[in-house]
């Protein structure tokens, strides 16, 4: 489960809660690499801590990252 996201240039980096840390390319996926930085950290954890939510009702992005899909190596 994730306990903690944080963004940079180049990546998302998840903090999980059994202490890996899962960096997944913003390359990966162009709705959040083409979107500037004040826009890709308006988002919230899912209440299950298993994906991280873009609300267009809230930022210019509507996306989500499920955990799921990158730790089972299975990239968009």
């Known amino acids: 489960m994730i306990h903690t996201a944080r963004l940079?240039?180049?990546?998302?980096?998840l903090d999980l809660t059994d202490g890996r840390i899962l960096s997944i390319p913003l390359a990966w996926i162009p709705t959040l690499h083409n979107?500037?930085?004040?826009?890709?950290?308006?988002?919230?954890?899912?209440?299950?801590?298993?994906a991280l939510l873009w609300d267009p009702d809230v930022c210019a992005i509507?996306?989500?990252?499920?955990?799921?899909?990158?730790?089972?190596?299975?990239?968009?």
Do not use: C, M, V, W
């Open 8 to 13: 940079d240039d180049q990546y998302i980096h």
């Open 35 to 50: 979107a500037a930085p004040s826009e890709r950290n308006q988002f919230t954890i899912s209440r299950d801590r298993k």
């Open 62 to 76: 509507n996306e989500e990252i499920f955990l799921d899909d990158y730790l089972s190596g299975r990239a968009r």
